[in-house]
């Protein structure tokens, strides 16, 4: 079984009192998953110096070339004025110790370019603009999210690019001290996450759709759960119901503006390999593609099922979803989150060890070394590198 760790560049000179990359090596891992691009977050995390990190918002680790048309990446501040970008420096070091680098790359995800851009975001159906959602309907983000990959196919050595939040988020993505009275679960979901942006419009238009008739239906099924039904009630409309008939439209046209930037990203970096992170939900809108979306990437792309917060009987049943069987002809890879209290023991790590390879998944990736204490790395490098 092959074993990739997620890491952001502070993470790297924090291992040093561990062994650095040598000891991830021993531990048997084969690959670091980069971020080389990434949005804001507070980390509770046991590398020092503190304890509580504070992510900058929307920036990138490497040293943007390409044409990103309006929006523009902002370098981060662990990209040195002069020298090496943490890219390349990860490429050096960790081909030296035998290990493989991919870049993990957010793209739509991103509230500073979406402050500045709100026209670029995803609008639901009332209006209300998801700055922390820039749309991938949208020429400006497309060009944006091809110049990045093309970037980073750029760096000699690079394995793979791996996709998070390359399609279009919704309403479940977390924001900034979220608070709702309804859980946005099946069709509230879906609705809070239809996306009426200009260019979804224009989508719209040409194929021909009713699209204030759209609007007014995803209104409705908005307000009745949260103006006209009770906060009190058990939610009655779930994801696996007859399908409204606004949602085909919907969904039709996430698949469209995927289908399009994928034949974008093949064309700027042919030779890249790819991962495009899934999720067996058909009406997901979270950081990764729902696994119908998904299918429009080449069938030799990469799927990477991301179980954040899962443990081994969760992530049994995403196996055996529909979703998830049709991804079969696709390379394979589960990344896990080994935390309580989805995982107690190290039995817990064995099981999912086994459930990968009863499916025919190759690789295991370890969620995140920058928020695991190191025991828990080599606990849980132990049971799954086997």
């Given at each position: 079984?092959?074993?990739?760790?997620?890491?952001?560049?502070?993470?790297?000179?924090?291992?040093?009192?561990?062994?650095?990359?040598?000891r991830?090596?021993?531990?048997?891992?084969?690959?670091?998953?980069?971020?080389?691009?990434?949005?804001?977050?507070?980390?509770?995390?046991?590398?020092g110096?503190g304890?509580?990190?504070?992510?900058?918002?929307?920036?990138?680790?490497?040293?943007?070339?390409?044409?990103?048309?309006?929006?523009?990446?902002l370098?981060?501040?662990?990209?040195?004025?002069?020298g090496?970008?943490?890219?390349?420096?990860?490429?050096?070091?960790?081909?030296?110790?035998?290990?493989?680098?991919?870049?993990?790359?957010i793209?739509?995800?991103?509230?500073?370019?979406?402050?500045l851009?709100p026209?670029?975001?995803?609008?639901?159906?009332?209006?209300?603009?998801?700055?922390y959602?820039?749309?991938?309907?949208?020429?400006?983000?497309?060009?944006?999210?091809?110049?990045?990959?093309?970037?980073?196919?750029?760096?000699?050595?690079?394995?793979?690019?791996?996709?998070?939040?390359?399609?279009?988020?919704?309403?479940?993505?977390?924001?900034?001290?979220?608070k709702?009275?309804?859980?946005?679960?099946?069709?509230?979901?879906?609705?809070?996450?239809a996306?009426?942006?200009?260019?979804?419009?224009?989508?719209?238009?040409?194929?021909?759709?009713?699209?204030?008739?759209?609007?007014?239906?995803?209104?409705?099924?908005?307000?009745d759960?949260?103006?006209?039904?009770?906060?009190?009630?058990?939610?009655?409309?779930?994801?696996?119901?007859?399908?409204?008939?606004?949602?085909?439209?919907?969904?039709?046209?996430?698949?469209?503006?995927?289908?399009?930037?994928?034949?974008?990203?093949?064309?700027?970096?042919?030779?890249?390999?790819?991962?495009?992170?899934?999720?067996?939900?058909p009406?997901?809108?979270?950081?990764?593609?729902a696994?119908?979306?998904?299918?429009?990437?080449?069938?030799?792309?990469?799927?990477?099922?991301?179980?954040?917060?899962?443990?081994?009987?969760?992530?049994?049943?995403?196996?055996?979803?529909?979703?998830?069987?049709?991804?079969?002809?696709?390379?394979?890879?589960?990344?896990?989150?080994?935390?309580?209290?989805?995982?107690?023991?190290?039995?817990?790590?064995?099981?999912?060890?086994?459930?990968?390879?009863?499916?025919?998944?190759?690789?295991?990736?370890?969620?995140?070394?920058?928020?695991?204490?190191?025991?828990?790395?080599?606990?849980?490098?132990?049971?799954?590198?086997?």
């Amino acid at each position: 079984m092959r074993l990739a760790a997620y890491v952001h560049p502070f993470d790297l000179p924090a291992l040093i009192a561990c062994g650095n990359l040598r000891r991830l090596r021993e531990l048997g891992f084969h690959e670091l998953c980069l971020a080389t691009s990434y949005h804001a977050g507070r980390w509770l995390t046991p590398w020092g110096p503190g304890r509580v990190r504070f992510l900058e918002d929307g920036v990138v680790h490497f040293r943007p070339r390409a044409d990103y048309g309006e929006l523009r990446p902002l370098v981060s501040s662990e990209v040195p004025a002069d020298g090496p970008s943490p890219l390349e420096v990860c490429l050096a070091e960790a081909t030296a110790h035998g290990l493989g680098v991919r870049a993990w790359s957010i793209g739509t995800h991103n509230s500073r370019l979406g402050a500045l851009h709100p026209r670029c975001c995803v609008h639901d159906a009332f209006g209300d603009v998801y700055h922390y959602a820039l749309c991938p309907s949208q020429p400006a983000v497309q060009q944006y999210l091809t110049a990045m990959v093309q970037d980073l196919a750029a760096h000699p050595g690079l394995a793979a690019v791996e996709l998070e939040a390359y399609g279009q988020l919704g309403f479940k993505h977390s924001s900034h001290h979220d608070k709702a009275s309804f859980v946005p679960s099946g069709l509230l979901d879906a609705a809070l996450s239809a996306c009426f942006c200009g260019a979804c419009s224009e989508r719209a238009r040409q194929a021909g759709e009713d699209l204030e008739a759209t609007r007014r239906a995803v209104m409705g099924c908005i307000d009745d759960h949260v103006q006209r039904g009770c906060a009190m009630a058990k939610a009655t409309l779930a994801a696996g119901g007859e399908a409204p008939e606004w949602l085909a439209g919907v969904l039709r046209r996430r698949r469209e503006a995927a289908a399009a930037l994928a034949a974008k990203l093949q064309s700027v970096a042919p030779g890249l390999a790819r991962a495009v992170q899934v999720h067996p939900e058909p009406w997901f809108t979270g950081s990764q593609f729902a696994a119908a979306t998904a299918a429009v990437f080449p069938a030799a792309d990469e799927r990477v099922l991301t179980c954040y917060g899962d443990g081994p009987e969760a992530i049994a049943r995403q196996l055996t979803s529909p979703g998830m069987a049709a991804l079969a002809a696709s390379p394979r890879r589960l990344c896990l989150w080994p935390k309580a209290p989805a995982f107690n023991s190290d039995e817990d790590l064995v099981k999912v060890r086994d459930l990968a390879a009863a499916h025919g998944i190759g690789a295991l990736a370890i969620y995140h070394l920058g928020l695991l204490p190191w025991r828990t790395i080599e606990r849980a490098a132990k049971m799954l590198a086997r």
